[in-house]
């Protein structure tokens, strides 16, 4: 029986993993969303103070500004641009472009962790709800209690982002039958649509409508207060300002410098009030990052770096997890329609099993040209990591603009672990915020990520074996998977070698197949970097407010909760500040 040739699974295996972007209907003007200004635009001389200064119009920073707007003066800077408009982000049909698009006006920016897996951080207002999968499920209360947060406003602020943004999927056919194959292998119960962190197998939320339309963080904006909150796109923050003078107990967050998309100079600034805030919402790469080039963090790093020490913490950029990802590809016999996450199964193990299939048929979508997701990259695995430059990757992937639909029929289930209880790190390569940093995240560095990612593999063998799934595939038996798990190897998605083992040890397949799922976390730990009210420890006006700050990725996806988070903490401080007016 003919299986899909090896060069349609590299291309069908990197395309479908790592989908992302969209079309562009405006919504703009319907959501009545404040005035978005380019950061040009910003007076070179400002006399105007703000109550907050939130960096980073991300996953959390959008609600938290929309909320804070309500009572305060707000300045939102955020280094990349408008998502409306843009059809490379907002139509669930396109959604691989922006990991694809390698530009500087790109939403996504791609970096490559010393562990030789491709990454992407976002850079585009309302963050990686931009450019993600766009699956929606809240964190277990046992996290929520772990954390430290009030259930009970938890439980407000869920509502708030979900009736504004979330809705629930038609299941699409491979999503149903992840559903059902999960059922029979044991994965129950099945606790049908819900939000919540439920064992067994159930369908989640998404920020895609039914017509395909992606609902991102930044229209959370709308709910703000348009006279107290100014946007400023393409606003690069590149230092926080200190007050440092003699005799005052701790330094103090006065203002930001930042950049324009000109390479124009700005200086932003507080209100000389005790309750105001510079608040660091620029994600798990980019809040450790800031806070370095601000002189926030390890002294031996900032002084490679020739920055000046504001504050010593060896903890800041320390801790960073990422939870990993390994994927089973399976071709069917008839073109299979797009999907993208919808249902998910919630194992006792910490194990997540979810499913991705088909690809956008739409003309941008197939021509375009696949930058460093291209399947070409796994050529690179014979360069050592310090040469893998981003030059190197679009020489293996320049001619490369059109591919025949035929490849695309499959799909994906995947597994991935909760956690992880592997953790790295991130250094400054140098002192330019434009620069990604080093990060390294150390996957299957602790063994029982890796027992639990062999356990994930073989929960998708049992699923495979299913009757859902025999009467889907190509030879209408199943394959057996010793010839998927070698379909999957040779796809090359990553920079790591493979080995001649790896449809042998389930282990040595974990290893060498990771990819990421881009729920990095850490860098910024509540209790290390950050207090309880994530005010920066040692400094005074200062707080981080994003995944930096978590241990582990909440629930099966972290977006919901770090939405969530987001109004949460807006919430929290305008009662802590009302409070204080009050004498409380």
């Not at 064992?199 to 963080?217: L, N, P």
């Not at 990553?494 to 974990?510: A, V």
């Not at 420890?537 to 972290?558: A, E, M, Q, W, Y």
Request: proline share 5%; charged share 20%; aromatic share 8%.
């Amino acid at each position: 029986m003919d299986l899909i040739s090896r060069g349609a699974v590299f291309k069908a295996l990197v395309f479908l993993c790592f989908i992302r972007s969209s079309h562009g209907r405006d919504h703009l003007t319907k959501l009545n969303l404040p005035p978005f200004l380019k950061a040009s635009r910003f007076p070179t001389f400002q006399h105007e103070a703000y109550d907050y200064i939130i960096i980073g119009g991300g996953t959390a920073g959008c609600p938290l500004a929309a909320t804070l707007s309500q009572n305060y003066k707000v300045l939102l800077l955020e280094r990349g641009g408008s998502p409306y408009g843009n059809r490379n982000i907002t139509l669930l049909e396109n959604f691989h472009i922006c990991l694809a698009d390698v530009s500087p006006q790109s939403p996504s920016q791609g970096f490559i962790s010393t562990d030789g897996v491709i990454n992407a951080r976002a850079k585009v207002l309302g963050g990686g709800t931009c450019i993600n999968a766009g699956f929606y499920s809240r964190a277990k209360p046992s996290f929520v209690q772990k954390a430290g947060w009030d259930a009970e406003l938890v439980n407000q602020s869920y509502p708030w982002v979900e009736e504004r943004i979330v809705h629930w999927p038609k299941v699409a056919p491979w999503q149903a039958a992840l559903r059902d194959g999960l059922l029979e292998a044991g994965v129950s119960p099945y606790n049908g649509y819900s939000y919540d962190h439920l064992y067994g197998t159930k369908v989640g939320g998404t920020i895609f409508d039914e017509t395909g339309y992606r609902h991102t963080a930044a229209d959370l904006l709308a709910a703000g207060n348009p006279n107290n909150l100014r946007v400023l796109l393409h606003a690069s923050v590149n230092k926080i300002v200190f007050n440092t003078e003699k005799g005052k107990r701790k330094p103090r967050a006065i203002g930001v410098q930042f950049k324009d998309e000109n390479g124009g100079h700005h200086q932003a600034f507080l209100k000389r009030n005790r309750s105001s805030d510079i608040i660091v919402s620029a994600g798990a790469i980019g809040s450790p990052q800031l806070l370095l080039l601000s002189g926030i963090g390890p002294k031996n790093e900032l002084n490679k770096h020739n920055i000046s020490v504001v504050l010593r913490n060896e903890h800041v950029g320390k801790g960073m997890s990422d939870n990993p990802m390994n994927s089973i590809f399976v071709p069917m016999k008839n073109p299979t329609k797009q999907s993208l996450i919808e249902t998910v199964g919630i194992t006792d193990a910490g194990v997540f099993i979810e499913a991705s299939s088909g690809f956008s048929q739409s003309d941008d979508s197939i021509h375009w040209h696949h930058g460093i997701m291209s399947a070409e990259i796994g050529q690179l695995s014979t360069i050592p990591p310090k040469q893998r430059s981003f030059d190197k990757i679009q020489k293996y992937v320049h001619n490369k603009y059109s591919l025949t639909k035929e490849v695309f029929d499959g799909g994906f289930i995947l597994e991935k672990i909760d956690g992880p209880l592997s953790t790295g790190s991130l250094v400054l390569v140098d002192t330019d915020i434009d620069s990604n940093p080093n990060v390294t995240f150390n996957y299957f560095q602790h063994p029982q990520d890796l027992r639990r990612c062999v356990y994930g593999i073989k929960t998708i063998e049992k699923i495979l074996k299913t009757n859902h799934f025999n009467n889907l595939t190509a030879n209408g038996a199943g394959y057996p998977m010793e010839t998927l798990l070698n379909m999957s190897i040779s796809a090359n998605i990553n920079l790591i070698p493979k080995h001649t083992n790896d449809t042998t040890s389930l282990e040595q397949f974990c290893r060498d197949t990771v990819t990421t799922i881009w729920h990095y976390h850490g860098g910024c730990h509540v209790g290390k970097v950050v207090d309880q009210h994530y005010r920066v420890i040692g400094i005074s006006g200062l707080r981080v407010i994003d995944g930096s700050t978590l241990f582990s990725s909440p629930g099966t996806n972290p977006q919901a909760t770090v939405l969530m988070m987001g109004r949460y903490m807006g919430v929290k401080i305008l009662r802590e500040r009302l409070g204080r007016a009050a004498g409380v």
